[in-house]
Nanobody, 124 residues
Framework: QVQLVESGGGLVQAGGSLRLSCAASGRTFSRYAMGWFRQAPGKEREFVAAITWSGGGTYYADSVKGRFTISRDNAKNTVYLQMNSLKPEDTAVYYC?????????????????WGQGTQVTVSS
C-alpha cells in the first residue's frame, strides 16, 4: 500500500497560482488512480480532480474546471495539482488520495489511502 505526502500549499492572492505535489512511497504507485479533494472549515470534504493510473484520463469538479490541472509522473511517484486563477472560495485543506483501481472516483469513499493534507489560503 502506498503512503502519501502533500506539499506546495501556502498563502496566495486571488488570481494567483499554486502547484500542489503529492509524493507516494511504494513500488505500485502506477497501479493507483489518484484524486485531489479539499475541505474548508465547517464543510464536508469535496472532490476536486482525479486521474487514471496511466494519466490518460482526467476528471474535474465543475467549480475548478478550466482553472486546475491534475497530472502525474509515475517515474517520480508523484501527482500534481496546478491551480491557476485562484479564488478566495478555493481556500481549504487539500488532500491527495489513492484508489487501488484503474478508474477514477469522485467521492471520498472511492479512495483507500489519504495524505495528511496541505493548507491553501487565497486572500481577496
Amino acid at each position: 500500500q502506498v503512503q502519501l505526502v502533500e506539499s506546495g500549499g501556502g498563502l496566495v492572492q486571488a488570481g494567483g497560482s499554486l502547484r500542489l505535489s503529492c509524493a507516494a512511497s511504494g513500488r505500485t504507485f502506477s497501479r493507483y488512480a489518484m484524486g485531489w479533494f479539499r475541505q474548508a472549515p465547517g464543510k464536508e470534504r469535496e472532490f476536486v480532480a482525479a486521474i487514471t493510473w496511466s494519466g490518460g484520463g482526467t476528471y474535474y469538479a465543475d467549480s475548478v474546471k478550466g482553472r486546475f490541472t491534475i497530472s502525474r509522473d509515475n517515474a517520480k511517484n508523484t501527482v500534481y495539482l496546478q491551480m491557476n486563477s485562484l479564488k478566495p472560495e478555493d481556500t481549504a485543506v487539500y488532500y491527495c488520495a489513492a484508489r487501488a483501481a484503474q478508474g477514477m472516483g469522485a467521492t471520498p469513499y472511492d479512495y483507500d489511502v489519504w495524505g495528511q493534507g496541505t493548507q491553501v489560503t487565497v486572500s481577496s
